[in-house]
């Protein structure tokens, strides 16, 4: 079955609103990152974390990997926000495989 | 901040043509990475390596060879294209925690 399930699958945000991104894991999973693919498709790395917290400008995430999950939180949404955000984690073998969410796709209106 | 390239970025093929897509990356990684990505399905792993010669199978592998050639270089050979390998392809480095995404192929077999 899916071992990363990510929600919600669609979200659109009023500029400066803001919002969480779920993954929740159906095994244990070592590490986490998330990514934003724009329009033009491009996949941009936003985080990577092995454990707890990390904040970049308006975006900051937290990895649970006791309790299967993973945040990413999205504040004063900008337009230039909008795009497809997956997360994808890495399972406990160490072997530097990803497995990919289905993705959030976020729309930011003005 | 890692770089890597793919070529082409297009590709038009007929059903039972070879296909092979190039991926370079300029930053030392061990590991690269084949990813397709498709409606409902995400980012799926196709073929991986952890050094030139070295080639480990992915998720999705059925109908696709890899070779890794050197550190920098790997590509994905199609030998004999069908139509659900119309898809767009990521190549990707890292070195067993980020890994950093090319722009991706868009490849349509006819």
């Known amino acids: 079955g899916d071992q990363v399930e990510q929600s919600p699958s669609a979200l659109s945000l009023h500029e400066g609103t803001g919002s969480a991104l779920r993954c929740n894991f159906t095994?244990?999973?070592?590490?986490v990152q998330w990514f934003q693919q724009n329009s033009r498709g491009s996949l941009i790395n936003l985080f990577y974390?092995?454990?707890g917290t990390k904040e970049n400008g308006r975006l900051k995430s937290t990895f649970n990997s006791k309790e299967s999950y993973s945040t990413l939180h999205i504040r004063d949404a900008q337009l230039e926000d909008s795009g497809t955000y997956f997360c994808a984690a890495e399972g406990a073998g160490n072997t530097g495989k990803l497995i990919f969410g289905l993705g959030t796709t976020l729309q930011v209106q003005p | 901040e890692a770089a890597v390239t793919q070529s082409p970025r297009n590709k038009v093929t007929v059903t039972g043509g070879n296909v092979t897509l190039s991926c370079r990356q300029t930053?030392?990684?061990?590991?690269m990475y084949w990813y397709r990505q498709d409606t409902g399905h995400g980012l799926r792993l196709i073929h991986y390596s952890y050094g030139a010669g070295n080639l480990q199978i992915g998720d999705v592998p059925d109908g696709y060879k890899a070779t890794r050639t050197t550190q920098e270089d790997f590509f994905l050979l199609l030998e004999l294209a069908s139509p659900s390998q119309t898809s767009l392809y990521f190549c990707?480095?890292?070195?067993?925690?980020?890994?950093?995404f090319g722009p991706g192929t868009r490849l349509l077999v006819l």
């Open positions: 974390l092995a454990s």
């Open positions: 095994t244990t999973m070592r590490a």
């Open positions: 990707a480095s890292g070195n067993q925690d980020t890994q950093y």
């Open positions: 930053n030392s990684h061990n590991y």
